[in-house]
C-alpha cells in the first residue's frame, strides 16, 4: 500500500507539473491560463456524452498500456504495440470483409477479436525469433516492425487491385463491417461500446496472473533480473518468448477492438498511434494493471479536453495535448529517477 501510494502521489505530482508549465507557456504567447484550464475541464467532464467518448478514446490505451506494461516488466522493450495493433486491425477487417462467414453475432465478434489477438501476437513473434535465434534486439526489431506495418496496411488499401480495399471508392480504407461484426454499445447516444468492458476485464486478468501466479512471478523476476532468474531455475528465454506473443495480443486485441467497435472499416494511413501513446500510458501507470487504466482514462479525458478546446473561442490546436502527454511522461521519469535516487541513498545510509 505504502508503495502504491508512493506511485500514485507521483503520478498526480507528473501530471500537475505538466500542466502547470504547458499553462505557463500557453499565458507567455497570450492564451488565458485559468480561462483555458477551465474549458479543457468542462470539455472533458462537462456532460454524459463528453465522458463516454474519453472512456471510448481510452479503451485501446487501456490495451496497448498493458502490451508495454507486461513486456517491460519482464525487461522485454517491446516498442512494436503501434505496428501489432495494426496487424490486429488488419486481420480483423480480413476476417470480416474477405471471408465474411454467416452467424450469429456473438458468434462471429469474438471470431474477429481472435483474429485480431493472433495478428498481433503472431507479428510480435517475429520479434521474439529474431532476438532468441538471431541475437536482434527487441527494441531495434519491433521498431522497424513498426514501419513495415504500417507500410503493409497502405499495400493493402491501395487502389482498387489492394486485397482489403473498399470496392466502388477511390478511398483508402476497407469495406464497412457488417452489423454482425459490431459490438454492442452501452450508451443510447452510441459513442461507448462494450469493449470499454472488455478492456478492463483484460487489466484485471493480467494483474491476477501478474499478482496471484507462478508465472507472473517468475516474469517479475526475470526482468528485474534476468541472471538470478537464471539461476533460480526460470527458463528465461521461454519466459521473454511469452510474455513477447502476450504483449502482441494484447496490442493486436486493441486493434481489432477499434474496427469492430468504433470505425466499422480501416484507413490507411492509420492516424490513431494508440501503440505509441500506449507506451506513455504504460509508463504513467507505473506498469502497474490498475495504473494503466487510471492512466489511459486520463489521457482519454485529456483528448477530449484538447478537442473541445479546439472548437471553442480560444482555437487552441489539438496537438497541444500531446505537448502535454510528453511533458506528463518527461516530469514522472524525472520523478522516478529522483525517487530510486533517495532510495539508494537511504539504503546506503
Known amino acids: 500500500m505504502k508503495e502504491m501510494a508512493r506511485s500514485l502521489g507521483l503520478a498526480i505530482g507528473a501530471a500537475t507539473a505538466a500542466f502547470v508549465v504547458v499553462l505557463m507557456g500557453l499565458s507567455l504567447v497570450g492564451y488565458p491560463a485559468v480561462g483555458l484550464l477551465r474549458e479543457w475541464v468542462l470539455g472533458a467532464v462537462g456532460t454524459p ?26 525487461g522485454v522493450w517491446n516498442i512494436g504495440a503501434e505496428g501489432q495493433s495494426i496487424l490486429g486491425a488488419i486481420c480483423a477487417v480480413a476476417f470480416a470483409t474477405r471471408i465474411a462467414v ?144 502476450l504483449s502482441g495480443a494484447f496490442a493486436g486485441l486493441a486493434g481489432a477492438i477499434q474496427v469492430v467497435a468504433a470505425e466499422g472499416y480501416y484507413l490507411a494511413p492509420s492516424p490513431l498511434n494508440y501503440g505509441f501513446v500506449g507506451i506513455a500510458v504504460a509508463l504513467l501507470g507505473r506498469l502497474h494493471p490498475a495504473g494503466i487504466v487510471c492512466a489511459a482514462v486520463f489521457f482519454g479525458l485529456l483528448d477530449q479536453g484538447a478537442a473541445a478546446v479546439e472548437i471553442s473561442e480560444f482555437h487552441l490546436p489539438q496537438p497541444v495535448a500531446d505537448v502535454v502527454k510528453g511533458a506528463i511522461v518527461l516530469a514522472m521519469l524525472v520523478g522516478a529517477a529522483w525517487a530510486l535516487r533517495q532510495r539508494s541513498r537511504g539504503r546506503q545510509r
Not at 49 to 64: F, G, S
Not at 134 to 154: K, W
Not at 163 to 173: E, I, P, V, Y
Request: glycine share 12%; with cysteine; proline share 4%.
Open 102 to 245: 454467416a452467424g450469429p453475432a456473438w458468434l462471429l465478434i469474438p471470431l474477429a477479436l481472435a483474429c485480431g489477438v493472433f495478428g498481433g501476437a503472431a507479428w510480435a513473434g517475429i520479434a521474439a525469433a529474431l532476438q532468441r535465434w538471431r541475437g536482434v534486439p527487441v527494441v531495434l526489431s519491433t521498431i522497424l516492425l513498426n514501419f513495415i506495418a504500417i507500410s503493409l496496411l497502405g499495400m493493402l488499401l491501395e487502389g482498387p487491385h489492394g486485397l482489403l480495399h473498399a470496392h466502388g471508392t477511390d478511398d483508402l480504407r476497407s469495406d464497412q463491417l457488417g452489423v454482425a461484426y459490431r459490438l454492442p454499445l452501452l450508451t443510447a447516444t452510441g459513442h461507448l461500446h462494450i469493449g470499454v468492458l472488455i478492456a478492463v476485464g483484460t487489466a484485471g486478468v493480467a494483474w491476477l496472473v501478474q499478482a496471484r501466479t507462478a508465472f507472473g512471478f517468475e516474469l517479475l523476476v526475470t526482468g528485474l533480473n534476468a541472471e538470478v532468474a537464471t539461476l533460480a531455475g526460470i527458463p528465461v528465454a521461454r519466459r521473454q518468448l511469452g510474455v513477447m506473443l
Open 49 to 74: 456524452t463528453d465522458i463516454a467518448l474519453a472512456l471510448k478514446n481510452a479503451c485501446p490505451l487501456i490495451l496497448t498500456g498493458l502490451a508495454v506494461g507486461v513486456a517491460f516488466r519482464c
